[in-house]
């Protein structure tokens, strides 16, 4: 995720002058350059033999003097620093230009921060599978037939803010069930990465259409899924932990899976277009492409992909797509860090001007709240004192505020998340929104560290025995 | 756990991408082996193009996230059409989570129905959703939200003579309210059918805690809102 990205570098740039290991000056480049960049001194002669030329400024020069033996490389620390402010002199244009080589060469490069993109898909689509499979005994109530916010009611309320339901497509309990069933189908094959492509797009429509046909019994978890459902689309969440992955590393055949898929799809928008429920322009205020701009092209790209990788897999045209999906991955990725970020902002810094959230004693009303006390007990004895509601509360708005700058620098970062992951745990329970704390978690989950997950994955592959070897 | 997942990071980070060739996807695409691909012209025209038009619309909506978090300011304040259209309804946000403040009252919403039986008593609605929330680790959004919800609704479409303010969102709130009572009532009331319903809510301000002495900006006292008489008809019931 970029934040790793901008912590590695951070750290990186902090290096650098310690170890004065003249560096290429990749900086977008991700892990390997700053692996090199840690390494002792012992190693520098052998790495600035290769890069002295592009790296341009004059710490390179002193060490052509410095150079034999490994020893001799270590005064360079102390010359460090200052060259660095020197280097800004002759080479800024030929270091510029290659930043943004290598920007451009991992932008449009493999897909990164692909196990935490693979930890959000999973997360969301549970949090969407519990939040259904909760409420489907009494779902036509809440989003049917039977809901008090009538189809009809909903539909008026649609004209004005367009949102986008298959449910109010068309009367009848029936419809309602076979979407309703469709949706948690669509969150499982998500759960499973199974033909993701295909499924994260199914998710999206079902999780915006149950959520806006019943816009007003969401809370502030559904918008996070909402939101995520829509990003997540757009990110390739299923290059590890999926079963996509798993049919890649076995090397299985295509099939026809996807085919078939691709032409349900195509017979599904064809119908949806011909009886006119999406449409090529955009109803709403928003005077852009439709939905059915956006689920042709999804399409369309999807068989121009299947196509160009049967005729020419090793082709440049291959290539290309591929570089077109990890830059919208990259984009959209970005997005969930930027959203989890702008949700911790904002709820922080609106605290922050609350005279309660001032006075240490906002904890104490929530916890006095009918709506919010399933355990009245527990939220009493909680409530009851001073030092743990003054703790909490001033604790959260500083969590919250905090968080967003604490992205820069890793390890902080890290302790952060655990802290936050524990708040939300007990939010679930005291405050009785389970489905709100697991999707916080989940859209936490995009800030996890890479290690953590790559440890975890080590651990997956030695429980499963039929599981390929993967590298130590 | 974050720190476990710190130590092996810098180390492994490039160990898993064992697919592609040395280098590439480890060190970027600058990586010794592979190194970078080398594009033809057309395709770096393409991939230019796109990377632009991508950069471009994540600022865009990244800019407008924002703008919409922000209180009213004289940007958001200028671009408010374009603002709206790009974020509602699929990009709405609403993240002032117990802020400024935390809620601090405790609204109970009651109803009474009319019959040729008379007046029925008051029913407590509320208090059926808290004696469903009560000692339950999951309980549904029909009990945390729908009621509590819509009169949120309500009370943000009428202004304090109970008149509306928002058009059609206001009969639809009004609605709404309407037939969450009459779903929970049912048809009849003292044995002959319900021809009108009159809500009221109750607003009891939570306490200050005992250790301060936090004066309450509004009267502490609880307040009562009643709602006038609202005829029922068959038509009211459709669906429910």
């Not at chain 1, 509360?393 to 890290?414: C, D, E, H, I």
């Not at chain 2, 819509?150 to 058009?167: I, L, S």
């Amino acid at each position: 995720m970029s934040s790793q990205e901008v912590s590695r570098q951070d750290t990186d740039e902090r290096q650098e002058p310690l170890s004065g290991t003249p560096r290429r000056p990749a900086q977008a480049g991700p892990p390997a350059v700053p692996a090199l960049a840690i390494e002792p001194p012992a190693a520098v002669p052998a790495t600035a033999a290769v890069p002295p030329a592009q790296a341009g400024p004059p710490a390179t020069a002193l060490l052509p003097a410095a150079a034999g033996p490994a020893t001799a490389a270590r005064p360079a620390p102390a010359a460090g620093p200052p060259p660095l402010s020197a280097a800004a002199r002759p080479g800024v244009a030929a270091q510029a230009g290659q930043a943004a080589a290598a920007a451009f060469a991992a932008f449009t490069g493999r897909p990164m921060a692909r196990y935490q993109a693979a930890v959000v898909r999973i997360g969301f689509a549970l949090v969407v599978l519990v939040q259904l499979l909760r409420e489907w005994p009494g779902s036509r109530e809440l989003y049917g037939d039977r809901s008090p916010w009538s189809l009809d009611m909903a539909r008026r309320l649609a004209q004005q803010t367009h949102a986008f339901s298959v449910l109010e497509w068309q009367d009848g309990c029936w419809w309602f069930e076979a979407c309703y069933a469709l949706t948690v189908l669509a969150a499982v094959l998500m759960l499973l990465g199974w033909r993701t492509r295909f499924s994260s797009v199914a998710f999206l429509v079902g999780v915006l259409s149950v959520q806006n046909r019943g816009v007003l019994v969401g809370d502030g978890g559904d918008n996070l899924v909402h939101l995520m459902a829509i990003y997540l689309a757009f990110t390739r969440c299923a290059e590890v932990w999926s079963l996509d992955a798993r049919r890649r590393d076995r090397g299985a055949a295509p099939g026809v899976g996807g085919v078939l898929l691709w032409g349900v799809a195509a017979g599904l928008l064809g119908w949806a277009q011909l009886t006119g429920r999406i449409s090529w322009a955009s109803a709403g205020g928003w005077s852009g492409p439709g939905w059915a701009a956006l689920f042709w092209t999804l399409w369309a790209v999807a068989g121009l992909w299947w196509v160009v990788n049967r005729r020419w897999p090793a082709g440049e045209g291959r290539a290309v797509l591929d570089a077109l999906g990890s830059m919208v991955h990259h984009c959209a990725l970005f997005m969930v860090g930027a959203q989890v970020v702008l949700v911790y902002a904002t709820a922080g810094l609106y605290k922050v001007q609350g005279p309660r959230w001032q006075d240490g004693t906002a904890l104490y009303y929530p916890l006095h709240l009918d709506y919010f006390t399933p355990w009245p007990g527990l939220s009493a004895l909680l409530g009851s004192s001073a030092l743990l509601v003054f703790a909490f509360s001033y604790g959260t708005v500083l969590l919250q505020v905090a968080f967003p700058f604490t992205l820069v620098n890793r390890r902080l970062k890290n302790v952060l998340l655990a802290v936050m992951v524990l708040e939300h745990l007990g939010i679930a329970v005291l405050l009785g929104l389970p489905v709100f704390s697991l999707a916080m978690i989940a859209a936490d989950a995009v800030f996890l560290p890479t290690g953590l997950l790559l440890w975890l994955d080590r651990r997956a592959g030695e429980w499963r025995p039929g599981r390929r070897p993967r590298p130590a | 756990m974050a720190e476990r997942g710190e130590v092996p990071e810098p180390e492994s980070e490039p160990e898993p991408e064992p697919e592609p060739g040395p280098g590439r996807g480890a060190g970027g695409e600058s990586g010794p082996g592979a190194g970078p691909r080398v594009w033809s012209l057309p395709a770096l025209v393409v991939l230019s193009a796109a990377a632009m038009a991508l950069l471009s619309a994540t600022a865009v909506l990244l800019g407008a996230l924002l703008l919409t978090n922000a209180p009213p300011n004289s940007l958001s304040q200028r671009y408010q059409s374009q603002l709206n259209g790009l974020v509602y309804p699929e990009f709405e946000q609403n993240w002032r989570l117990f802020a400024p403040d935390p809620l601090q009252d405790n609204i109970n919403v009651r109803v009474r129905a009319r019959s040729a039986a008379g007046d029925g008593g008051w029913v407590d609605l509320t208090a059926q959703d808290i004696a469903a929330i009560r000692g339950n680790p999951f309980p549904s959004h029909a009990e945390q939200n729908e009621l509590r919800r819509a009169w949120d609704f309500y009370d943000t479409t009428h202004d304090d003579r109970e008149m509306p303010t928002a058009g059609v969102r206001s009969s639809l709130a009004d609605e709404y309210l309407k037939r969450i009572a009459l779903q929970r009532l049912g048809r009849t009331s003292g044995g002959a059918p319900i021809t009108g319903v009159e809500l009221r809510a109750d607003t009891v301000p939570v306490a200050p805690p005992p250790w301060t002495a936090a004066p309450r900006p509004a009267a502490a006292g609880p307040q009562s809102r009643e709602l006038p008489w609202w005829s029922v008809s068959d038509q009211d019931y459709a669906g429910l």
